[in-house]
C-alpha cells in the first residue's frame, strides 16, 4: 500500500475551528456536586441498572455527555470500552451501555472517573447461545425492541435531569440505535471496530458491487477491485458474510440498514479503529463517507504509555489464567510462538488435531489459548497428544492478550486475523501466521501479507475437507520464526508499524488530533441544532 497521501488529512481536517489546538476540550468545565440518578428506584426508572463509582462525589464535569451502545460480545467490547477511556481522558463523560448479562460477565469492571456503566436486557438475562443463524435473527429481533425503547428512555430521563447527552456512538450491527439518536436530534455515529478497508468493502457491495462479488468465486482465478482500493482480491479475501458460501444470513440486513442510514445523510462520519499510515488511501476510497481514524484502541500502557496504570481493556467475560507472564518470561527473546483464536471462533477437533502436530513438530515453545468449551469440538481434553502438549509448551484457557504480544519472548503470533487481534499484534510489533475463519478475517489476511507485510497466511486449499494440516501450519512457523531473509523482512516490518501506531496516538498525532476534530465536529452538529 502507498503512503503517499498518508499524512493528507480530509478536506475538513484542514479547518479545524478556532479552539482546535487546546488539549482538552473547548467547553468550559463547571463544578457540580450531585448524585448520580439519586432517586427512588422503582421498577419504572429505566436507570435502574447504572452502574458508577462516583455516583456520589463532587466532580468536574465538562458539556460532552456520550451515550457509547456496543453490541453484547467480547470484540465489540474491547476497542469500545478503549474509546470510552480516550474520551474521559478529555474531558468528555461517557455513559457505557450493553446488555445486562454481558455485563454481569464481565471480571474486571472498569472505575475510570467520567465512565458510567448502564445495563439493558436484550431478553436473554440469564445467558444466550446463538446455536443456529435463525436463533441468531431471532436474537436481534429482540434486542433492537427492546434496546430502542430503553434508550429512548434512558435519552429522555437524561435530558430531564439536565444532563443531555450530546452524541451517541455506537458499534457494528446496532443501526437501530442511530435511528433513536435521530428521533432526538443527536448526533448518531458508528464506531467502527473493524479495518476501514473492510468498510469499503461493504459499502461497494452495497451499491453496484454485489452481482461481481456473487460471480468471482465461479472463475478460475477470480479477483475483483474496488474503487479507491489500489489492490485487488480474491473470493477468500471478502468478507464472509459477503460470499454465496456464506451461511449466517442474520448479519447481511443490519449491515445493509446501517448503509442506507448513510445514504440518507448529506456528510456521514464514521470513527475507525485504525490510523492514518496503516490505511490511507482506504480511509477516503469513499467520498460520501468521512473516515476519522483514532486507533489503535489498544491499553495506554502497552501503547502510548501516557497512563501506565492502563494494562487491560476492562471488559474481559473470560477468566484468565495467572502463570503465563512468569513462563513467557522464563523463555529467550522471540523464542515463543503465541496461538490464539479469539474469543468466538471454534475450531473442529480435527483441525485441533493438526495446529497441535504443527507446534510439536516445529520444536518451538508455544502459549497456546483453548477456551473452555461446552460442546466437544475444540476442547483440549479430547486432544490425542495432550500430556505431550502441556510438557512441551503452555496452554491456558485465557490471557491478557496485548500483554503476551508485549513480552519480549513472543516471535510468532498465529492468529485468526480477528481485527483486534490484528491491531494488537500490529501495535506490538509482532510478525503473524494469519488462520482466518470466517467474517472479516480474510481480508485482514490479506493486509498483513500483501500490503502491510507483516506475516504469511496459511493455504486453505491444501486439504479438500478445509482442513488447514500440520505440514502447511509448520512451514508458515518456519517462515516467521526462522533466520532466513523473509523473517528478517517481517520482523523489520512489524517493528516499522509498531513505531507508527504510537506515532499516531501521541500528543499531535494523527488519531489524537482527529479524536479533537471530531469532538468539533459534535459541537457544531449542536450548535446548529440550538440555532
Given at each position: 500500500m502507498g503512503h503517499g497521501h498518508g499524512h493528507r488529512q480530509h478536506e475538513e481536517l484542514h479547518q479545524p475551528y478556532s479552539f482546535r489546538h487546546r488539549k482538552r476540550h473547548h467547553f468550559t468545565p463547571f463544578l457540580a456536586s450531585f448524585?448520580?440518578?439519586?432517586?427512588?428506584?422503582?421498577?419504572?426508572n429505566?436507570?435502574?441498572?447504572?452502574?458508577?463509582?462516583?455516583?456520589?462525589?463532587?466532580?468536574?464535569?465538562?458539556?460532552?455527555?456520550?451515550?457509547?451502545?456496543?453490541?453484547p460480545v467480547q470484540g465489540h467490547i474491547n476497542p469500545a470500552i478503549q474509546f470510552a477511556k480516550r474520551l474521559t481522558a478529555i474531558g468528555v463523560h461517557v455513559t457505557f451501555a450493553t446488555s445486562t448479562f454481558l455485563h454481569r460477565r464481565m471480571i474486571n469492571k472498569?472505575?475510570?472517573?467520567?465512565?458510567?456503566?448502564v445495563t439493558f436486557s436484550d431478553g436473554y438475562d440469564d445467558g444466550y447461545e446463538g446455536t443456529n443463524d435463525s436463533n441468531v435473527i431471532s436474537y436481534m429481533a429482540e434486542l433492537k425492541l427492546r434496546g430502542s425503547e430503553f434508550f429512548r428512555n434512558i435519552?429522555?430521563?437524561?435530558?430531564?435531569?439536565?444532563?443531555?447527552?450530546?452524541?451517541?456512538?455506537?458499534?457494528?450491527?446496532?443501526?437501530?440505535?442511530?435511528?433513536v439518536a435521530r428521533e432526538f436530534r443527536i448526533p448518531g455515529v458508528l464506531l467502527?471496530?473493524?479495518?476501514?478497508?473492510?468498510?469499503?468493502?461493504?459499502?461497494?457491495?452495497?451499491?453496484?458491487?454485489?452481482?461481481?462479488?456473487?460471480i468471482i468465486h465461479k472463475k478460475e482465478d477470480p479477483t475483483i477491485e474496488f474503487p479507491g482500493l489500489p489492490f485487488s482480491f480474491a473470493a477468500r479475501d471478502i468478507p464472509s458474510f459477503l460470499l454465496p458460501s456464506n451461511i449466517y444470513s442474520f448479519a447481511i440486513p443490519p449491515l445493509e440498514e446501517q448503509f442506507q442510514l448513510f445514504d440518507e445523510e448529506s456528510n456521514p462520519r464514521v470513527i475507525v479503529n485504525t490510523f492514518e499510515d496503516l490505511e490511507p488511501e482506504s480511509l477516503r476510497a469513499i467520498d460520501k463517507l468521512t473516515m476519522i481514524s483514532i486507533g489503535p484502541l489498544i491499553p495506554s500502557a502497552f501503547l502510548d504509555g501516557k497512563d501506565p496504570a492502563d494494562t487491560s481493556f476492562g471488559g474481559d467475560i473470560?477468566?484468565?489464567?495467572?502463570?503465563?507472564?512468569?513462563?513467557?518470561?522464563?523463555?529467550p527473546a522471540l523464542s515463543v510462538v503465541y496461538v490464539s483464536f479469539g474469543s468466538l471462533a471454534v475450531l473442529s477437533q480435527r483441525q485441533m488435531e493438526e495446529i497441535a502436530r504443527a507446534l510439536l513438530d516445529s520444536g518451538y515453545p508455544f502459549l497456546w489459548v483453548i477456551r473452555e468449551s461446552n460442546g466437544k469440538e475444540g476442547t483440549l481434553q479430547e486432544l490425542s497428544c495432550r500430556k505431550e502438549l502441556e510438557q512441551r509448551g503452555k496452554i491456558v484457557k485465557w490471557c491478557t492478550q496485548v500483554e503476551v504480544l508485549s513480552h519480549g519472548s513472543v516471535g510468532c503470533f498465529v492468529t485468526h486475523c480477528g481485527w483486534n487481534s490484528t491491531?494488537?499484534?500490529?501495535?506490538s510489533g509482532v510478525p503473524m501466521v494469519g488462520f482466518p475463519q470466517w467474517t472479516d478475517q480474510g481480508t485482514n489476511a490479506k493486509l498483513v501479507e500483501d500490503v502491510w507485510k507483516t506475516g504469511v497466511r496459511v493455504d486453505d486449499k491444501v486439504n479438500e475437507e478445509g482442513i488447514v494440516e500440520a505440514m502447511e501450519i509448520r512451514k508458515c512457523l518456519e517462515v516467521v520464526m526462522g533466520n532466513g531473509g523473509k523473517?528478517?523482512?517481517l520482523r523489520r516490518n512489524a517493528q516499522k508499524w509498531k513505531c507508527l501506531a504510537r506515532e499516531a496516538v501521541k500528543e499531535g498525532g494523527s488519531s489524537d488530533r482527529n479524536m479533537n476534530t471530531f469532538l468539533d465536529y459534535v459541537s457544531k452538529f449542536e450548535q446548529d441544532c440550538v440555532m
Open positions: 448524585t448520580l440518578y439519586n432517586k427512588q428506584i422503582n421498577s419504572n429505566p436507570l435502574h441498572n447504572i452502574h458508577s463509582a462516583f455516583s456520589r462525589a463532587t466532580v468536574t464535569m465538562v458539556h460532552h455527555r456520550f451515550l457509547l451502545v456496543t453490541y472498569l472505575t475510570v472517573p467520567g465512565l458510567t456503566f435519552i429522555t430521563s437524561a435530558k430531564q435531569e439536565g444532563k443531555p447527552f450530546t452524541c451517541v456512538a455506537y458499534t457494528l450491527m446496532l443501526p437501530w440505535v442511530a435511528k467502527w471496530i473493524q479495518a476501514a478497508t473492510v468498510l469499503d468493502i461493504y459499502y461497494h457491495y452495497f451499491h453496484e458491487y454485489r452481482d461481481y462479488i456473487n473470560f477468566h484468565g489464567s495467572k502463570d503465563y507472564v512468569e513462563w513467557l518470561d522464563s523463555k491491531m494488537e499484534s500490529l501495535s523473517a528478517e523482512e
